[in-house]
């Protein structure tokens, strides 16, 4: 490479570094020289890197740095200094020193553990505390190695240290804020055969950056050398905002279901157990109910006028044609607040506010529900889940598969099998399964079925065919990123953002 047309283009801060590399190698040491702080440093050697003119390594190592009382004491010395330069070979109360020597009283209790230890004081209880110079006190008035240890540059390679400096660290580690131990890089430079012929050369560092409105106005531009313009030079890659892809996966399965004909369910994730589990006939002694399913809030929710109604058909089944669950229904259990276990809290809600002249009707919902599950690559205990019912007094078990079946086709997915299961609230019931391309099985992705009369004629006040279906999100939109575990979604990894692709099908 022709050295003059590199040297065009190098910047200010390049200029400045690459003097000091044919003596310097360490960067702080090259900061230093360079009259730049470490970051301006580091930036000039990373350009200078990536024109191949120096190689950077990063070696682990421990530095010793200090700490908030650390630096006080570098510009102000020692506390026990203090304390020993206004001693005498005559007993003094402690208050009195402490006064003459300008210190607190919490350092004056630090002060004569470490005097004492050192022989430098002696001691005499009484109603006050009094103190004089001990045996060594005049030798360490002189040289006191914890003094001269905080004198030295900061930060301090701990592999430098020597005997002397280790049993100075080892007492000055004892105390509050003083001197810290911390893992660093040590980053060194080493040239390339370009870079030292480079760095031999003398360059001229009187060069413009940029053009200003100044220059033009003044026609000073005409005097000025101008860096020339690297277009070979690596520049970050910049990153637009963007929603998270799991937001983009739900605007996408929304637009699915709008273009279906189908209207949105919203509604709250607090609910009441009546509105979760009585409503849709889920009997009150139900595993699901427990603590280790369901996640229970305290007080109490105000129970709507149709909850007599629900309870007569637990108990007997009232006009449904059932026998009911023939066990009593409990107030106290319908009144208990939760964490919505499923979204089809929201049809239930949504079949209470329909009349016969609004069929038929078809809703959907996509919403987070709640579950007290053990995490694994298949399981959350919060996962958005996908809702949808048809309200339809045509509607048939084939309609509900051609429904799925048409949305999982439109979702990537080819292979789905839907095989027989139960429900308390739906009879027919069907599990959903799709073929999992990367683990090679089928993974179960929700429940469907056709709505118990017990559920659809006290709550639409009469009887009639409800398709219905409640589908886990996260297993479905995994396999479009090839994940093979649902928690990848939640890492609230920026870098995984922003490289994810975008949901496009």
Known sequence: MDLNSLIAKLHPLERAVLPV??????????????????????????????????????????????GVNGKKYQ?????????????????????????????????VNACIGVLKRKSAIDLLKGKELMAKL???????????????????SFPLPFDSLTEEDRLALDDLQKRKELVKVEEQKRITVELTELGRKLAATKIDGDVVNRLTTEMLVTGNWKKKK??????????????????????????????????????????????SAFWDMDALFVPQDHPAREMQDTFYLSRKAKLPKLWEKIQKVHENGADTGSKGWQTPFS?????????????????????????????????????????????????????????????????NLKHLKGYLREF????????????????????????VDVFHPVKKEWVELGGAGIFRPEVV??????????????????????????????????KNDVKQSREMKAWLR
């Open 457 to 490: 004629k006290p709550l639409l006040g009469f009887d009639c065919p409800v398709l219905a279906w409640g589908q886990g999100m996260g297993r479905i939109i995994g396999e479009y990123w090839k994940m093979t575990d649902v928690r990848d979604l939640y």
């Open 21 to 66: 590399l044919q003596k310097e190698r360490e960067l702080s040491a090259i900061a230093r020289a360079s009259k730049l702080d470490e970051t301006e440093a580091m930036r000039a050697l990373q350009w200078l890197e990536n024109k191949k003119i120096l190689t950077l390594k990063s070696k682990p190592t421990r530095v010793l740095v200090l």
């Open 331 to 395: 107030k106290e259990e319908t009144q208990k607040i939760l964490l919505r276990t499923h979204t089809t809290v929201l049809s239930a809600q949504t079949l209470s506010k329909l009349k016969k002249e609004d069929l038929p009707a078809k809703f959907f919902a996509i919403g987070k529900v709640f579950r007290n599950e053990a995490l694994d690559w298949k399981h959350l205990f919060a996962f958005y889940q996908v809702e949808g019912i048809v309200v339809d007094p045509h509607a």
């Open 75 to 107: 510009q102000e010395g020692l506390p026990e200094k203090k304390i020993l330069n206004v001693l005498t070979k005559e007993f003094q109360g402690m208050s009195v020193i402490a006064r003459k020597a300008n210190v607190s009283d919490e350092e």
């Open 408 to 431: 999982y086709q439109k979702m990537g997915y080819e292979k789905v099998r839907m095989r027989p299961a139960h429900f308390p609230y739906t009879e027919p019931s069907l599990e």
């Open 134 to 152: 001990g045996p060594q006190g005049d030798t360490y008035k002189q040289a006191f190695p914890e003094e001269r240890f905080l004198k030295r």
């Open 226 to 271: 101008f860096r020339a313009y690297d277009v070979e030079i690596n520049v970050p890659r910049i990153f637009g905002g963007r929603k998270h892809f799991e937001n983009e996966a739900i605007s996408y399965i929304r637009r699915i279901w709008l273009d279906m004909g189908f209207t949105e369910m919203t509604g709250k994730y607090v609910q």
